[in-house]
């Protein structure tokens, strides 16, 4: 009788982290480690004089510049041209 009833009344329990939040957070340690990873390695190639600061800034300029316009493309689509009250 207990175990039919045990059966019956199954308690679930209920795990805070979803797999969908699993994925954010494997996104997030992934993310984390690619930034953390690039700063180690332009910090071993300025102590070895194998990259300059110069190039570094460079790269992060030119990396800004294409993000820049890619954002601004992204608004003109997204506001159709008409971005407040301007007609771009």
């Known amino acids: 009788m207990a175990s039919h009833l045990r059966k019956k009344i199954r308690i679930r329990r209920k ?3 979803t797999p969908t939040n699993w994925d954010y957070i494997i996104i997030a340690v992934f993310i984390i480690l690619g930034i953390v990873s690039t700063i180690g390695l332009i910090g071993f190639g300025i102590f ?3 990259i300059s600061e110069s190039t ?3 790269i992060s300029i ?3 510049l294409i993000f820049f316009f890619l954002m601004t493309g992204y608004l003109r689509k997204k506001y159709n041209g008409n971005l407040f009250g301007i007609i771009l």
């Open 48 to 50: 070895r004089g194998l």
């Open 62 to 64: 030119l990396i800004l």
């Open 56 to 58: 570094i800034l460079g």
């Open 15 to 17: 795990s805070f982290i």
